[in-house]
């Protein structure tokens, strides 16, 4: 009895042993933020980042300035959503939905508690803005042109062969080439790292580019990270601060926002916080061709780069779907253009309908396919809103 009860405590001491010594070697090996993703999702009983996730990082603060309130379209309060668009919603957990027409709010609608002045996470839909942000430092003479090479503001890449070859532009439309795997489901991964992790910029500058820039699209979180410490060097301004001064405020934004930081810069590919009815006056200032009361906030030339097809970066059979940090469908009726989201965020202009839709939520649709080749539910918003119109 002795004898068994002194090899039990042996093997637990082992055990503990083991388990302390994996720890440390994880944190030694510079990926703790595995225990901080696993906390903060899985723990929490999400599978992935999810939207009310800012009080778990630090901020920065996007100051609102005098506020310029939606004027309400004529129909407001009188219109119904169909049945179709209302389970779609529904189904997936969305928290808010707006439909603008003709730059006044047509409607609104919210779940869960949920409000207009909640703020949730826009994920991805941060990648525009930041590409907005670079259209401005373009205008202001920060940076020369979308062609001048990223290692005029990011020389530690400058040994880097494939790296000396990568442009501005390169990280706006996805083409950089960098080495990066998007993967959002698993904690042991670069984006996972990026999200979780305390110096993102650290992260990014000790990798590499994996091919030739300027070539095939291919959807890279970490371009959009890139493209972050470009500004920041280049403007001598973190992100947050420069969009406030350029558009936050001149917009007349409702209310302050705030955005994620890791390391004190900006995470640029996502983490954006704020509401349904600021985040559309995006997509109506993309609608208006970059104007907003009569100011010319960005420069109406870059809005159509950005929001026209880089044909260069697809194949001759390829859909063409993406421009300057903005998915496109030109093979709809009607053709519509969007910011998206992670888990369903949704900034979606139909120009020839003068029509921005506005989704925020908690999931999206992965049920349903052969709609066309952006996320389904992109269709569905589109498609049942013209009904509705």
Known sequence: ?????????????????????AILAVYITGNGYIFKAVRKTWLKGHRTTHIDDYPDFDNHIIAAGIPQYWDFH????????????????????????????????????YWDDYSSESYTNSFSMAKTITTMLLGKALEQGFIRSLDEPLVDFIPEFSRDTFGCLATVGDLSAMTSGFDWTEEYYSPFNVMTQAYFGNNIEKQLLNRRFSQAPGGHFRYCSADTQLLAIVLKRATGKNLAQYLSEEFWQPMGMEH???????????????????????????????????????KQLLDSAFVKRMITPNYRAFDQDEP????????????????FYGMMGHLGQRIIVVP?????????????????????HLDVDTYYFVDEVMKII
């Open 320 to 335: 063409k779907k993406y421009g300057y940090s903005i998915w496109i469908d030109e093979e709809h009726d009607p053709l």
């Open 352 to 372: 020839d309908k003068s029509v921005v839709i506005v989704r925020l939520g908690k999931s999206k649709d992965t049920l349903h396919s052969g709609k066309g």
């Open 256 to 294: 302050d926002a705030l955005w994620s930081i890791s390391g004190g810069i900006e995470k640029s590919f996502c983490c954006i916080h704020s509401n349904v009815r600021d985040f559309a006056k995006f997509g109506q200032l993309l609608l208006q061709d970059g104007k907003w009361n009569g």
């Open 74 to 109: 004529p129909d407001y309060g009188h219109i119904q959503l169909t049945d179709t668009l209302r389970k779609e919603l529904e189904d997936f957990q969305t928290i808010g939905f707006a439909i603008i027409k003709d730059g006044k709010l047509l409607y609104e609608e």
């Open 1 to 21: 009895m002795i004898a068994l009860k002194k090899n039990s405590l042996i093997t637990l001491v082992i055990i503990f042993s083991i388990l302390i010594a």
